[in-house]
């Protein structure tokens, strides 16, 4: 086994001319001349002032909108799913939090009601049309995404 030693070692000496060379300030030389290029008379009608296609902003809002539609989209379906849970342990429907649930999900459920059963276990309640309306409102999130997608992302191929 190696013991410590004070004196300083070859891999010592070399690990602080390294750091010494590291945290030397850099010595730059001014240029002899410096050439002045004119401003162009005409700009490219293609390029946006930032510099961007307007390509690639397109694709970028239509990316952005196809976040924002994710976002709603989830937050519907997490209060359904949350709307779903409640029911299954039979929460108290007049207890505040749950009271703002249903209230906030019956216009979202409301269209599937009827279409399944609805089976109850005594005071729990498996609410199938919500889970029916979460599976329909992510196949819509998916659908208008991916139409978006093809509308303003993609582009079609060149002939």
Known sequence: MARYSPEPTDADAERREAETRLYQPVQQTPPDTVDVVPPATATNINVMPSGVPPANQRALAAARCNAVLWWVFGLIEALIAIRFILKAVAANAAAA??????????????????????????PSVIELPALLAILIYFLVSLLLTRLIRILFIDQPPLR
């Open 97 to 122: 939090f749950a009271a703002m649930i249903y209230g906030i999900t019956d216009p979202l459920v409301g269209p599937f009601i009827g279409v399944l059963a609805t089976p109850t276990f005594g």
